[in-house]
Protein backbone atom coordinates (compact mmCIF):
# COMPACT_ATOMS: atom_id res chain seq x y z
CA UNK A 1 0.00 0.00 0.00
CA UNK A 2 1.06 3.63 -1.34
CA UNK A 3 -0.68 6.87 -1.24
CA UNK A 4 0.81 7.80 -4.54
CA UNK A 5 -0.74 11.60 -4.35
CA UNK A 6 0.81 12.44 -0.95
CA UNK A 7 4.70 12.70 0.14
CA UNK A 8 5.49 11.11 3.02
CA UNK A 9 5.38 14.26 4.91
CA UNK A 10 2.11 14.56 4.45
CA UNK A 11 0.73 10.89 4.67
CA UNK A 12 3.09 8.14 6.61
CA UNK A 13 1.53 4.70 6.67
CA UNK A 14 1.87 2.53 9.47
CA UNK A 15 1.30 -0.50 10.34
CA UNK A 16 -1.44 -1.20 13.58
CA UNK A 17 -0.39 -4.73 14.73
CA UNK A 18 2.86 -6.52 14.95
CA UNK A 19 3.34 -9.16 12.77
CA UNK A 20 2.97 -11.94 15.39
CA UNK A 21 -0.37 -10.83 15.96
CA UNK A 22 -0.98 -10.33 12.36
CA UNK A 23 0.21 -14.18 11.88
CA UNK A 24 -2.03 -15.62 14.66
CA UNK A 25 -5.24 -13.94 13.20
CA UNK A 26 -4.07 -14.63 9.61
CA UNK A 27 -4.14 -18.68 11.29
CA UNK A 28 -7.31 -18.68 12.85
CA UNK A 29 -9.42 -16.78 9.99
CA UNK A 30 -7.71 -18.80 7.25
CA UNK A 31 -9.48 -21.86 5.97
CA UNK A 32 -7.14 -24.85 6.88
CA UNK A 33 -9.02 -26.77 3.60
CA UNK A 34 -8.18 -26.34 0.17
CA UNK A 35 -5.34 -27.11 -1.77
CA UNK A 36 -2.74 -23.90 -0.36
CA UNK A 37 -1.43 -24.11 2.93
CA UNK A 38 -1.00 -20.64 5.01
CA UNK A 39 2.41 -20.25 6.28
CA UNK A 40 3.33 -16.50 7.31
CA UNK A 41 2.66 -13.29 6.75
CA UNK A 42 5.31 -10.48 6.25
CA UNK A 43 4.96 -6.40 6.55
CA UNK A 44 7.63 -4.34 5.51
CA UNK A 45 7.66 -0.77 5.78
CA UNK A 46 9.39 1.24 3.94
CA UNK A 47 10.11 4.76 2.21
CA UNK A 48 10.31 4.93 -1.79
CA UNK A 49 11.64 7.60 -3.61
CA UNK A 50 9.90 8.88 -6.75
CA UNK A 51 10.73 11.93 -8.89
CA UNK A 52 13.40 13.28 -5.57
CA UNK A 53 9.85 13.02 -3.36
CA UNK A 54 9.39 10.04 -0.79
CA UNK A 55 6.52 8.14 -0.27
CA UNK A 56 5.65 5.77 2.95
CA UNK A 57 4.55 2.27 2.41
CA UNK A 58 3.62 -0.48 4.08
CA UNK A 59 3.76 -3.99 1.86
CA UNK A 60 2.39 -7.63 3.25
CA UNK A 61 3.73 -10.45 1.99
CA UNK A 62 1.69 -13.46 2.02
CA UNK A 63 3.97 -16.90 2.23
CA UNK A 64 1.64 -20.02 1.24
CA UNK A 65 2.82 -23.53 0.00
CA UNK A 66 0.69 -25.66 -2.10
CA UNK A 67 -0.02 -29.57 -0.56
CA UNK A 68 2.18 -31.92 -1.39
CA UNK A 69 -0.31 -35.13 0.10
CA UNK A 70 -2.54 -34.99 -3.07
CA UNK A 71 0.13 -35.42 -5.35
CA UNK A 72 1.64 -38.01 -2.75
CA UNK A 73 -1.50 -40.07 -2.86
CA UNK A 74 -2.52 -40.00 -6.15
CA UNK A 75 0.04 -39.91 -8.59
CA UNK A 76 3.41 -40.35 -6.84
CA UNK A 77 2.91 -43.48 -4.39
CA UNK A 78 0.94 -45.23 -7.73
CA UNK A 79 3.77 -44.49 -9.98
CA UNK A 80 6.50 -45.60 -7.53
CA UNK A 81 4.62 -49.02 -6.81
CA UNK A 82 4.41 -49.58 -10.45
CA UNK A 83 8.05 -48.62 -10.87
CA UNK A 84 8.75 -51.28 -7.94
CA UNK A 85 6.91 -53.81 -10.32
CA UNK A 86 8.97 -52.89 -12.98
CA UNK A 87 12.13 -53.87 -10.99
CA UNK A 88 10.55 -57.19 -9.65
CA UNK A 89 9.42 -58.53 -13.42
CA UNK A 90 13.28 -58.59 -14.08
CA UNK A 91 13.80 -61.44 -11.75
CA UNK A 92 10.95 -63.12 -12.36
CA UNK A 93 10.16 -66.37 -14.13
CA UNK A 94 9.17 -65.72 -17.58
CA UNK A 95 10.61 -65.04 -20.92
CA UNK A 96 11.56 -61.77 -21.91
CA UNK A 97 9.36 -61.66 -24.41
CA UNK A 98 6.35 -62.07 -21.81
CA UNK A 99 7.91 -59.20 -19.62
CA UNK A 100 8.43 -57.02 -22.31
CA UNK A 101 4.54 -57.29 -23.32
CA UNK A 102 4.04 -56.85 -19.32
CA UNK A 103 5.90 -54.07 -18.91
CA UNK A 104 4.46 -52.14 -22.29
CA UNK A 105 0.69 -52.28 -20.07
CA UNK A 106 2.61 -51.09 -17.29
CA UNK A 107 3.89 -47.91 -19.35
CA UNK A 108 0.25 -47.13 -20.84
CA UNK A 109 -0.53 -46.63 -16.91
CA UNK A 110 2.55 -44.77 -16.36
CA UNK A 111 1.01 -42.39 -19.37
CA UNK A 112 -2.61 -42.03 -18.11
CA UNK A 113 -0.71 -41.21 -14.53
CA UNK A 114 0.86 -38.05 -16.44
CA UNK A 115 -1.88 -37.06 -18.21
CA UNK A 116 -3.82 -36.69 -14.44
CA UNK A 117 -1.06 -34.55 -13.74
CA UNK A 118 -1.19 -32.10 -16.50
CA UNK A 119 -4.28 -31.22 -14.92
CA UNK A 120 -2.95 -30.89 -11.52
CA UNK A 121 0.38 -28.74 -12.47
CA UNK A 122 0.73 -25.36 -12.42
CA UNK A 123 -0.13 -23.92 -16.30
CA UNK A 124 3.36 -21.89 -16.55
CA UNK A 125 6.80 -22.42 -15.16
CA UNK A 126 10.26 -21.52 -16.29
CA UNK A 127 11.70 -24.81 -14.25
CA UNK A 128 10.33 -28.22 -14.59
CA UNK A 129 8.54 -29.25 -11.23
CA UNK A 130 9.91 -32.01 -9.32
CA UNK A 131 6.88 -34.41 -9.51
CA UNK A 132 7.34 -33.95 -13.26
CA UNK A 133 10.97 -35.08 -13.23
CA UNK A 134 9.76 -37.62 -11.59
CA UNK A 135 7.46 -38.51 -13.96
CA UNK A 136 9.98 -38.50 -16.82
CA UNK A 137 12.77 -40.51 -14.73
CA UNK A 138 10.68 -43.57 -14.09
CA UNK A 139 9.31 -43.47 -17.60
CA UNK A 140 13.13 -43.54 -19.12
CA UNK A 141 14.18 -46.10 -16.68
CA UNK A 142 10.92 -47.96 -17.92
CA UNK A 143 11.73 -47.92 -21.07
CA UNK A 144 15.24 -48.62 -20.45
CA UNK A 145 13.90 -52.00 -19.11
CA UNK A 146 11.96 -52.66 -21.95
CA UNK A 147 15.35 -52.34 -24.13
CA UNK A 148 16.77 -54.69 -21.75
CA UNK A 149 14.66 -57.95 -22.44
CA UNK A 150 14.65 -57.10 -25.67
CA UNK A 151 18.36 -57.41 -26.02
CA UNK A 152 17.91 -60.41 -23.99
CA UNK A 153 15.91 -61.94 -26.01
CA UNK A 154 17.98 -61.29 -29.25
CA UNK A 155 20.92 -62.97 -27.12
CA UNK A 156 18.69 -65.81 -26.48
CA UNK A 157 17.15 -66.21 -30.14
CA UNK A 158 20.90 -65.96 -31.09
CA UNK A 159 22.16 -68.85 -28.62
CA UNK A 160 18.94 -71.21 -30.19
CA UNK A 161 20.69 -71.53 -33.57
CA UNK A 162 23.34 -73.38 -31.47
CA UNK A 163 22.43 -77.11 -30.19
CA UNK A 164 22.33 -76.97 -26.13
CA UNK A 165 24.06 -78.97 -23.52
CA UNK A 166 21.60 -80.99 -22.94
CA UNK A 167 20.74 -81.49 -26.77
CA UNK A 168 25.01 -81.99 -27.03
CA UNK A 169 24.84 -84.51 -24.04
CA UNK A 170 21.71 -86.47 -25.37
CA UNK A 171 23.31 -86.97 -28.78
CA UNK A 172 26.44 -88.28 -27.42
CA UNK A 173 24.77 -90.77 -25.23
CA UNK A 174 22.54 -91.83 -28.32
CA UNK A 175 25.92 -92.16 -30.22
CA UNK A 176 27.30 -93.88 -27.74
CA UNK A 177 24.45 -96.75 -27.37
CA UNK A 178 24.90 -97.12 -31.11
CA UNK A 179 28.44 -97.71 -31.17
CA UNK A 180 27.99 -100.43 -28.42
CA UNK A 181 25.15 -101.61 -30.12
CA UNK A 182 27.53 -102.22 -33.21
CA UNK A 183 30.11 -103.71 -31.48
CA UNK A 184 27.92 -105.92 -30.15
CA UNK A 185 26.40 -106.90 -33.49
CA UNK A 186 30.11 -107.35 -34.70
CA UNK A 187 30.45 -109.64 -31.74
CA UNK A 188 27.37 -112.01 -32.88
CA UNK A 189 28.50 -112.03 -36.47
CA UNK A 190 31.87 -113.24 -35.52
CA UNK A 191 30.39 -115.86 -33.60
CA UNK A 192 27.60 -116.23 -36.19
CA UNK A 193 30.59 -117.41 -38.54
CA UNK A 194 32.53 -119.38 -36.14
CA UNK A 195 30.09 -121.37 -35.39
CA UNK A 196 29.38 -121.58 -38.81
CA UNK A 197 32.84 -123.22 -39.63
CA UNK A 198 32.21 -125.74 -37.93
CA UNK A 199 30.66 -128.85 -39.89
CA UNK A 200 27.38 -129.55 -38.20
CA UNK A 201 24.63 -131.58 -39.81
CA UNK A 202 21.58 -129.77 -38.52
CA UNK A 203 22.63 -125.91 -40.32
CA UNK A 204 24.26 -126.28 -43.54
CA UNK A 205 26.67 -123.57 -44.23
CA UNK A 206 25.84 -121.62 -47.13
CA UNK A 207 29.10 -120.01 -49.29
CA UNK A 208 27.22 -116.40 -49.73
CA UNK A 209 27.03 -115.95 -46.14
CA UNK A 210 30.63 -115.44 -45.81
CA UNK A 211 30.70 -112.73 -48.55
CA UNK A 212 27.36 -111.11 -46.82
CA UNK A 213 29.26 -111.28 -43.37
CA UNK A 214 32.07 -109.54 -44.68
CA UNK A 215 30.12 -106.80 -46.42
CA UNK A 216 27.94 -106.12 -43.06
CA UNK A 217 31.79 -105.88 -41.35
CA UNK A 218 33.08 -103.50 -43.61
CA UNK A 219 29.54 -101.23 -43.18
CA UNK A 220 29.94 -101.40 -39.33
CA UNK A 221 33.46 -100.68 -39.64
CA UNK A 222 32.30 -97.21 -41.37
CA UNK A 223 29.63 -96.69 -39.02
CA UNK A 224 32.42 -96.78 -36.13
CA UNK A 225 34.83 -94.35 -37.54
CA UNK A 226 32.08 -91.99 -38.46
CA UNK A 227 30.76 -92.11 -34.46
CA UNK A 228 34.10 -91.82 -33.09
CA UNK A 229 34.65 -88.39 -35.25
CA UNK A 230 30.85 -87.17 -33.89
CA UNK A 231 32.17 -87.65 -30.19
CA UNK A 232 35.71 -85.93 -31.23
CA UNK A 233 33.70 -82.73 -32.47
CA UNK A 234 31.25 -82.79 -29.25
CA UNK A 235 33.65 -82.84 -27.21
CA UNK A 236 35.79 -80.70 -28.71
CA UNK A 237 33.11 -77.96 -28.46
CA UNK A 238 32.37 -78.69 -24.79
CA UNK A 239 36.18 -78.06 -24.11
CA UNK A 240 36.47 -75.00 -26.19
CA UNK A 241 34.75 -71.75 -24.56
CA UNK A 242 32.52 -70.89 -21.85
CA UNK A 243 28.29 -71.12 -22.84
CA UNK A 244 26.99 -68.85 -24.95
CA UNK A 245 24.13 -69.77 -22.39
CA UNK A 246 26.04 -68.60 -19.46
CA UNK A 247 27.10 -65.00 -20.94
CA UNK A 248 23.72 -63.89 -21.86
CA UNK A 249 22.65 -64.88 -17.76
CA UNK A 250 25.80 -62.69 -16.46
CA UNK A 251 24.82 -60.12 -19.22
CA UNK A 252 21.37 -59.85 -18.02
CA UNK A 253 22.45 -59.61 -14.57
CA UNK A 254 24.94 -56.62 -15.63
CA UNK A 255 22.14 -54.39 -16.99
CA UNK A 256 19.57 -55.12 -14.26
CA UNK A 257 22.27 -53.92 -11.53
CA UNK A 258 22.97 -50.63 -13.45
CA UNK A 259 19.63 -49.96 -14.25
CA UNK A 260 19.11 -51.04 -10.28
CA UNK A 261 22.41 -48.42 -9.22
CA UNK A 262 20.55 -45.88 -11.29
CA UNK A 263 17.23 -45.73 -10.40
CA UNK A 264 18.34 -45.31 -6.75
CA UNK A 265 20.66 -42.46 -7.16
CA UNK A 266 17.98 -40.53 -9.36
CA UNK A 267 15.24 -41.26 -6.42
CA UNK A 268 17.81 -39.88 -4.11
CA UNK A 269 18.16 -37.32 -6.16
CA UNK A 270 14.16 -36.52 -6.40
CA UNK A 271 13.85 -37.10 -2.53
CA UNK A 272 16.73 -34.10 -1.82
CA UNK A 273 14.69 -31.95 -4.33
CA UNK A 274 11.30 -32.43 -2.91
CA UNK A 275 12.90 -31.55 0.73
CA UNK A 276 14.96 -28.49 -0.46
Known amino acids: MAPSLYTENEVKLKNIKT???????????????????????????????????????????IIMKRRSILHELIVILPMFVLFLLDMAISYAFASPAEKIAFKVTMILQVSFLSVMLIDKLPPTSDYPPVIAMFFIGIFAFMVLGILENACMEYFKEQNSKFPSFKTKNFLRKFLRKKKIKAEDSVTDVGEEIDMGNKPTREFPLVE????????????????????????????????????????????????FYIRFILSLGFIVFIVVQWTS
Open 19 to 61: SKSTNQESHKYYLAGGEWKFQKVEIIEETQIYNLSKYSTVTYE
Open 208 to 255: NDNTDSLVFLKQVTLELQQIKKHLALEEGKEVSGPPIQKKCVQLGKCL
